[in-house]
């Protein structure tokens, strides 16, 4: 068979060999040598020959701490996997660097396709080492364990009622964020610290209710976009102070109502003008003056003061209204994103191992199982 026709391995050899002719008989032998052996594949990606090994292997009981280490300059060392290096306190003759030791797992809250929780030990943190089954070959981090170098973010057992994630700044430190909750009695709060930037992207509605105050500092400029529609009730009063010039841009109609008085003062000019019409009016009295001379319209009659003179058809031509050129607003820029992870796929089921030799009564029970009949009744 030339599917056979490969090279192998040789496990086990059985030589059997036959006197020819024979001392007895003195007839000659018809296979006067003959041998049987058992082999594996050799080479062609099979797996190669391990002889049983005589030296019992070592367990590790219990979990151990060690320090993660790494490259001198570094500050976070690991790999694709989210690996790290330690250096175990008992070995001595570790060089507190990334050849301490081989890559070693860490255990995370979540850990999906590309989704999940990340935290990684960073060089000089204590960790948690624990070996999977007790074999040294297979270590796992299960956690991190502060100490005198390495001290909690707050002060303990002064503030033993503050729960954080808080970072540091890498390279060189100086900076954190923080997400910080709080739990004393009458001062809790949720605190949240953004060293740099801070963005939020929520695909659908985002709903806040704030049963007091809130309050909004921006020390450079804020930029809002709105693609439809903007409603706002105010049950109080509304206060604005604008320091420089104020740009509003209506592209339809513009609606105001005001319950009682309305009051627009300019510390130069005032200019209103209509495309096509304007109307003032007003329930009793409207009053225009300029210096001593005035025009008064009143539910008795029209009273005309010109001051030093009245003039009728005569001077220069009236001052136009001025236009207005209210300046566009600048677009916000859109906040970060992130790619969706991926669903985890399980592997498929090892095929069963096929039995060498089957007695009695496992061939009734897999006759029973093909079957779908009872081997036996009760």
Known sequence: NSALN????????????EQ??????????????TNSFTCMLHGSGSPGFRPLA?????S?????????????GEEI???KYGRVKVQFYWDREGQVNEVSSCWVRVAQSWAGNKWGAMFIPRIGMEVVVHFLEGDPDQPIITGCVYNPQTMPPYTLPDEKTKSTIKSNSSKGGGGFNEFRIEDKKGSEQIFIHAEKDQD???KNDCME??????????????YEKIKKDKHLQITGDHNEKIGGTMSLDVGSDQQNKIGQNYGLESGMGVHIK?????????GTALTLKVGSSSININTGGIQIIGSPMLMLNSGGSPTPGGGCSPEAPKDPKEADKADPGQRVQLPPPNAPLAPVNIGPLAALMKSAAQSGAPFCDT
């Not at 209710?209 to 804020?222: A, G, S, T």
């Not at 209509?274 to 007003?282: F, R, S």
């Open 20 to 33: 020819n002719p024979s001392y007895v008989s003195n007839e000659g032998a018809t296979d006067p040598y």
């Open 274 to 282: 209509a495309g096509m019409t304007t109307v003032i009016e007003a």
């Open 54 to 58: 005589k030296t019992p292997k070592p």
């Open 200 to 202: 939020i992207r929520v």
């Open 77 to 79: 060392y690991t790999d």
């Open 209 to 222: 209710l704030i049963q007091h105050d809130r309050h909004l500092i921006v020390e450079n400029d804020q």
């Open 60 to 72: 590790v009981h219990g979990s151990q701490t060690a320090v993660v280490v790494g490259p001198s």
């Open 6 to 17: 490969k090279q192998y391995t040789i496990l086990t050899a059985t030589h059997e060999a």
